[in-house]
Every structure is written in C-alpha cells, then in structure tokens.
C-alpha cells in the first residue's frame, strides 16, 4: 500500500526536546531572577531617598522627648519649629506619606505652649494654676501623638523599603 514505502515522518527527537524544556527553564529563571534585581533596585534606590527623612524622624522624637520634662514656653519651641519646617518639605518630597500628620501635630502642641513670662503671669494671678495644669496635660498628650505620628511615617517607610 502506499504508506509501506514512503518515508516516515519523525517527531521531535528527545534530546531536542529536553534541551527545549531546559533552556525555557533557564529562559523563565533568568526572567524571574531579573525582575527581582529591578525590584530591590528600585527598593534600595526608595530607602536611600527616603533615609533622611526618616532619620530626621528620629530628630523629632528626641525633641519631644526634651520637651517632655519642660514646662514649655515660646522660647523652648527653637529645635521644634526647625523641625517642623523639614517635615513639611518631606511632606512636599513625599506626599504620599502621611507627613502631613506630624505636622498637623506639631501644629497643636505649639499652641498649647504656656504664655510668655508665664511664672510672672501667675504669681500676678492673671492666669489660673487650673489653666496651666491643662496647657501642661495638653502639651503631654500631644508629645505623645507626635512620637506615634513619627512612628506611623517611619513604620509605613519600613514597609516600602524592607
């Protein structure tokens, strides 16, 4: 019949088709490999700009802490109000970041600084020892909401670049 003596038609051998297989193997290993080294890049790359601010986090943790102890008045509020205007340009850096926080923080405990030449204002009872304590409790809750706002940020930077 005609089918006996015509050629065969072969198939793939095996050993092509092994090599096939390995080298799409490799191909997809190699891709993945890639992606990943673009990856920690762009990581290393985040961290890096993102390292100052981050350190200077740390910057206003440790004025608050200083503050903590104080009585705080106008004049005690330097390092702070320095500090305040580098987190609003990491904010405009980074406004995806919740920056915006530690500065609406900052906001609120320089209000509640206590007056000017405030000992004077009360030994001439011009202002209550009631009204301070609560300028003194105010000012301790809103130390404590600028560290966890700090925080916030520095863990949500952790996030991005760990």
Known sequence: MLGTNAPRAEGFSSTWTWAAALSLAGLLVGLCFSVEQVRRSRKAKEAARLRPDYDMLDEVVVAAGKLEGL??????????????????????????????????????????????????????KRITLDELLELSRQQGATLTEIRGACNTVQQEIDRRTG
């Open 71 to 124: 009585a705080a008045e106008k004049a005690d509020l330097a390092p702070l109000k320095e500090l305040r205007s580098r987190v609003k340009q990491a904010e405009r850096r980074s406004p995806d970041l919740p920056f915006g926080e530690v500065v609406a923080r900052i906001d609120v405990y320089q209000k509640t600084v206590l007056p000017d030449c405030f000992r004077r204002k009360l030994s001439g």
